[in-house]
């Protein structure tokens, strides 16, 4: 099952105070956006996560490798639907809309909303309300109302994805409250799942106070970057993301100059403040000579484990004009997967040319560059 979800954050929250939107504020050391997306891009059953940022807030993309940017509207509605838009190409099975303001969403919500999906065309959650209702005026009550049946709705709201992109792209109306309301507008039935208090919308000031007091333990969410470069040598293949890829020429090193691997292995070290592969592997202890790069990433990867991080997501970019990279990225996917123990779709392998600039360029060597989520709940 492909599951998919979008996170809606092009609104400006102005009644929350401060000099930046809502998802930019900092909440226990991280930006709301930061805790959010993390929620939903380390969900084992979401497998791609798209951010929808208001247009004057693209330059915050560069935070979120690992998430797809669409751009939003005017509206909450026409934010979802740019979110839509974004995965028609490849659409997934099921789809999961989510507001950036609620940060504090847990795995066991979205794991109901995914489960309420299996028999309805939609599953949102909600709570009922279970305080007095009144009508006033002024400062006065003026009658109540009957809180049976009502229910506070909240989201992550979830859809099977081809019914919800047919309800957005017929709806015809004004702004919508919500997505429920568009889908029920083309008479998509939803199911209520159980939703929590913990899953406040972070609306008003007070409401920051409240997320961190909920939240108790920060998050620790960290990035490193890694980057790489080995020379051609006299060979007939290379070894990138441990993959013997054949070749006219190898590539030189002390170890075997996997340039993928120690670019990804250096970007978890970094992220963990643990310095770099030379550090943990000098090349002046001739133990490590030839030695395949699987070992330095296993390391990483284990001494994040340690340290209780999880690896949310890599991404790899190999440079160089020869050999072509694509044929074989689904595999050294799986292979980079098999080594540090995350799922495939949470890994990212690709390439680029320099346009035939540089060493690269000539085709002197290879470059990488690299990065790495770690996330400690």
Request: net charge negative; aromatic share 4%; charged share 25%.
């Given at each position: 099952?492909?599951?998919?979800?979008?996170?809606?954050?092009?609104?400006?929250?102005?009644?929350?105070?401060?000099?930046?939107?809502?998802?930019?504020?900092?909440?226990?050391?991280?930006?709301?956006?930061?805790?959010?997306?993390?929620?939903?891009?380390?969900?084992?059953?979401?497998?791609?996560?798209?951010?929808?940022?208001?247009?004057?807030?693209?330059?915050?993309?560069?935070?979120?490798?690992?998430?797809?940017i669409?751009?939003?509207?005017?509206?909450?509605?026409?934010?979802?639907?740019?979110?839509?838009?974004?995965?028609?190409?490849?659409?997934?099975?099921?789809?999961?809309?989510?507001?950036?303001?609620?940060?504090?969403?847990?795995?066991?919500?979205?794991d109901?909303?995914?489960?309420?999906?299996?028999?309805?065309?939609?599953?949102?959650?909600?709570?009922?309300?279970?305080?007095?209702?009144?009508?006033?005026?002024?400062?006065r009550?003026?009658?109540?109302?009957?809180?049976?049946?009502?229910?506070?709705?909240?989201?992550?709201?979830?859809f099977?994805?081809?019914a919800?992109?047919?309800?957005?792209?017929?709806?015809?109306?004004?702004?919508?409250?919500?997505?429920v309301?568009?889908?029920?507008?083309?008479?998509?039935?939803?199911?209520?799942?159980?939703?929590?208090e913990?899953?406040?919308?972070?609306?008003?000031?007070?409401?920051?106070?409240?997320?961190?007091?909920l939240?108790?333990?920060?998050?620790?969410?960290?990035?490193?970057?890694?980057?790489?470069?080995?020379?051609?040598?006299?060979?007939?293949?290379?070894?990138?993301?441990?993959?013997?890829?054949?070749?006219d020429?190898a590539?030189?090193?002390?170890?075997?100059?996997?340039?993928?691997?120690?670019?990804?292995?250096?970007?978890?070290?970094?992220?963990?403040?643990?310095?770099?592969?030379g550090?943990?592997?000098?090349?002046?202890?001739?133990?490590?000579?030839g030695?395949?790069?699987?070992?330095?990433?296993?390391?990483?990867?284990?001494?994040?484990?340690?340290?209780?991080?999880?690896?949310?997501?890599?991404?790899?970019?190999?440079?160089?004009e020869?050999?072509?990279?694509?044929?074989?990225?689904?595999?050294?996917?799986?292979?980079?997967?098999?080594?540090?123990?995350?799922?495939?779709?949470?890994?990212?392998v690709?390439?680029t040319?320099?346009?035939r600039?540089?060493?690269?360029?000539?085709?002197?060597?290879?470059?990488?560059?690299?990065?790495?989520?770690?996330?400690?709940?």
């Amino acid at each position: 099952m492909d599951i998919a979800a979008i996170i809606v954050a092009a609104g400006r929250g102005t009644r929350a105070g401060g000099d930046l939107p809502k998802q930019w504020r900092r909440l226990k050391g991280a930006r709301v956006a930061d805790w959010t997306v993390a929620a939903l891009s380390s969900h084992p059953a979401i497998g791609r996560v798209v951010l929808v940022l208001h247009p004057d807030d693209l330059g915050q993309a560069a935070g979120f490798p690992e998430v797809i940017i669409a751009t939003g509207g005017a509206t909450r509605d026409a934010s979802v639907r740019a979110g839509l838009e974004a995965l028609a190409d490849d659409p997934p099975d099921l789809v999961l809309i989510h507001d950036v303001a609620r940060p504090l969403v847990s795995a066991a919500l979205i794991d109901r909303v995914i489960a309420g999906l299996a028999h309805s065309a939609g599953a949102a959650p909600a709570l009922a309300v279970t305080d007095a209702l009144w009508t006033g005026a002024g400062d006065r009550v003026t009658g109540t109302r009957d809180r049976a049946g009502l229910f506070r709705a909240q989201t992550p709201q979830g859809f099977r994805f081809a019914a919800i992109f047919a309800a957005h792209r017929g709806h015809k109306g004004g702004p919508a409250a919500d997505d429920v309301a568009i889908a029920r507008a083309a008479g998509l039935d939803v199911a209520i799942v159980e939703g929590e208090e913990r899953n406040l919308k972070i609306t008003g000031p007070e409401d920051f106070a409240r997320a961190e007091a909920l939240m108790g333990k920060t998050m620790d969410i960290r990035t490193g970057q890694g980057f790489d470069v080995h020379a051609f040598e006299p060979g007939d293949r290379v070894i990138l993301c441990g993959v013997p890829v054949p070749h006219d020429r190898a590539l030189k090193g002390h170890s075997d100059a996997d340039v993928g691997m120690h670019a990804l292995t250096d970007a978890i070290y970094g992220a963990l403040a643990e310095g770099d592969i030379g550090q943990h592997f000098p090349p002046s202890d001739p133990r490590w000579k030839g030695a395949a790069s699987d070992i330095f990433l296993r390391h990483a990867a284990e001494l994040a484990r340690s340290r209780g991080y999880a690896i949310a997501n890599v991404d790899v970019t190999l440079i160089c004009e020869q050999p072509k990279i694509g044929p074989h990225a689904g595999a050294m996917r799986a292979e980079l997967a098999r080594i540090t123990g995350i799922d495939p779709d949470r890994i990212s392998v690709k390439a680029t040319t320099s346009e035939r600039l540089g060493f690269t360029g000539r085709q002197e060597g290879i470059a990488a560059l690299a990065l790495a989520t770690l996330v400690k709940a």
